[in-house]
């Protein structure tokens, strides 16, 4: 089968890996997503990972916390998903590297990124966590800036709805999911697919982008083999 893309990047929202616990990890959601990461794998892409941390904390919920502090505080829940998720895929038998922004060498790499590319080369999966390292960017642009660097092809963001849509579907029934949309698009009509930092990292550097619904993990393999779902931003 000739595959549509060589390198990719995967974007996982921490609160992907909760499932319909809301909170912490979900054991079966956790294996659901490694199989499937594992049989994309298996085809021969290579694949790096970068995890949010919402399922343990989201920064700006510290209430009265020193937002530099909380941000911090998300980096290393970061850390306790990409440590689950590695475990998860080397119990599959993927060889998996976690790669950490911010130092902690007893359990990680830190991020370097000829070391990243060279375990892909390896076919190796990498995780990165911690995001950027730096308190007031989100881990969406840590998925945007890691893209770029290790010269990805493609960012496929998994998330909680089936695309991208004019507005929210949770409130509107009337909502329009889009199939393709540029993201001068997105920025303009300002529909928080990504923060604004992170789409104007995959705009200048020219890294697509395709959002998902993850909640059936299937759609990881449906994407890859290029199947249209969700919505593709360029």
């Known amino acids: 089968m000739a595959l549509k893309y060589k390198r990719v990047l995967l974007k996982l929202s921490g609160e992907a890996l909760a499932g319909n616990q809301k909170t912490g990890i979900d054991a079966g959601t956790l294996s659901d997503i490694s199989e499937k990461v594992r049989q994309a794998y298996e085809m021969g892409i290579e694949i790096s990972i970068v995890v949010g941390g919402g399922n343990f904390w989201r920064g700006r919920s510290g209430v009265g916390m020193d937002r530099t502090t909380a941000d911090h505080m998300g980096m290393l829940a970061t850390v306790i998903n990409a440590l689950a998720l590695q475990d998860a895929l080397e119990s599959k038998g993927v060889p998996t590297r976690v790669q ?43 998925a945007a800036l890691r893209a770029a660097e290790i010269d990805a092809d493609v960012i496929l963001k998994g998330t909680m709805v089936d ?66 779902i969700g919505t593709t931003l360029y």
């Open 163 to 228: 695309g991208v849509y004019d507005s929210d579907p949770k409130l509107n029934a009337n909502a329009v999911r889009f199939e393709t949309i540029s993201f001068a698009e997105a920025l303009s009509m300002r529909l928080g697919v990504m923060d604004s930092t992170a789409i104007s990292l995959c705009m200048d550097n020219k890294v697509p982008l395709i959002v998902f619904d993850l909640r059936d993990p299937e759609n990881i393999l449906r994407v890859l083999k290029g199947e249209k």
């Open 100 to 142: 950490t922004a911010i130092e902690m060498r007893q359990i990680a790499e830190p991020y370097i990124r000829r070391k990243a590319v060279r375990h892909l080369e390896k076919k190796r999966i990498v995780i990165f966590a911690c995001g950027t390292g730096n308190p007031y960017f989100s881990t969406d642009t840590t």
